[in-house]
């Protein structure tokens, strides 16, 4: 984020390939699962970035938000993302295609993972504010579940998300 870049390096041999410019203040970013956005959550600056991807990078829009925008999840039908808002313990739902936003919900203190459970019908927020996972309807942004955790809620949503399937059923 200091340098408002994204570098492109050769995964073999380290080697810049190419360096996108402009690209303001990623904290979060992402591709849809088709390829066609790239989104990114600017935390300090309150607004998420949501780029046209077809071999380059145009900007669709910038939505401003409140609440230190971090991080991002999609839909299999790329044609949303999900982003929570740590400081105003909030996720939001962005249509991609219009930039507007879907909804806007409550989830508890200090939302910061998110992920799209394979079923594309849950979403899972770790609420580092109170040590416990929030199980999201994505379509109404309705809080359906909740487990409360040790204070590692975010390994859990880092590559163990079958450990919170079993557990939230």
Do not use: C
């Not at 990623?26 to 790239?38: A, N, R, V």
């Not at 935390?43 to 230190?68: E, M, P, Q, S, T």
């Not at 909804?103 to 609420?127: C, F, H, Q, T, Y």
């Amino acid at each position: 984020t200091v340098t408002n870049e994204l570098v492109f390096v050769d995964i073999k041999t380290g080697e810049r390939k190419r360096v996108v410019r402009d690209i303001i203040d990623p904290y979060q970013l992402g591709f849809t699962p088709d390829g066609k956005w790239f989104v990114t959550a600017a935390y300090r600056l309150d607004h998420v970035d949501i780029y046209r991807y077809d071999g380059g990078f145009k900007l669709a829009g910038r939505i401003f938000i409140d609440g230190l925008p971090s991080h991002l999840a999609f839909d299999a039908e790329s044609k949303t993302v999900f982003v929570t808002l740590q400081q105003s313990a909030r996720t939001v739902a962005i249509d991609l295609e219009t930039q507007l936003i879907k909804w806007n919900s409550e989830v508890g203190k200090a939302p910061a993972g998110i992920v799209m459970l394979p079923d594309n019908k849950r979403l899972l927020v770790a609420l580092t504010g109170e040590d416990s996972i929030v199980t999201l309807d994505p379509a109404k942004g309705t809080v359906i579940g909740r487990l409360q955790t040790d204070q590692d809620q975010m390994r859990v949503l880092n590559g163990e998300e079958d450990r919170a399937i079993d557990l939230l059923g």
